[in-house]
């Protein structure tokens, strides 16, 4: 099976004795990623101090994850202001 650590996706997984791949539905990290992005851009709050992470999720990757949603949200409302203005 291939690595999958830094996957977002639930992806490979064993379905009783069959080798299945799920790239649509999100993993922990996946979740906790979009729910960064989502808390960041409906209370116009950074996400940087935020300290919760799942417990399945390294603190690594949390603060990645963490500069991957603060990056998005900064495109995001970048692109917004780019149309009003």
């Known amino acids: ?10 992806g490979y997984y064993w379905n009783k004795k069959d080798l299945v791949f799920d790239p649509n539905h999100a993993n922990d990290a996946g979740k906790y990623l979009g729910g960064l992005i989502w808390y960041g851009i409906l209370f116009n709050d950074s996400v940087k101090n935020i300290r919760f992470k799942p417990e399945n999720v390294s603190e690594e990757s949390a603060q990645y994850l963490r500069k991957v949603a603060i990056h998005t949200i900064l495109k995001k409302n970048h692109k917004i202001c780019r149309y009003i203005y």
């Open 1 to 10: 099976m291939p690595d999958q650590t830094h996957s977002i996706n639930i």
